[in-house]
């Protein structure tokens, strides 16, 4: 009876240090590396700068990709939206952001801890 624990012990010790490397392999596999990142970032560099041809309906499809959302207050006396969206939160001052030709680059740059919206 022992002999047999022992064997079906040893055999799911066995199995289960094939399933940890297998585990550590695909690990592995889906980690981002630095260079990983300067790619996605000249990647949105790139997209950023065809955002201002994007026809009305394709900017709300952009919004929509990115469930952008937000809320439109008065904080300090100052006019500002909390935005949120999948790549992060902010709270953005609404006079410090242009009406026409807005920068959408620096809004959306990746940083090292994770992408998030940023502007200036």
Known sequence: MRIERKVCLEKTIASLKEERERLAESLAASEITNEDIVSIQEFASAIAKGLKYLTFE????????LELHGTLTVEDGQNVVFAQCVLGKETLNIASIPTKEYNWHEEFLPTSAGARLRCK
């Open 58 to 65: 394709e900017k709300c499809r952009v919004v929509d990709l």
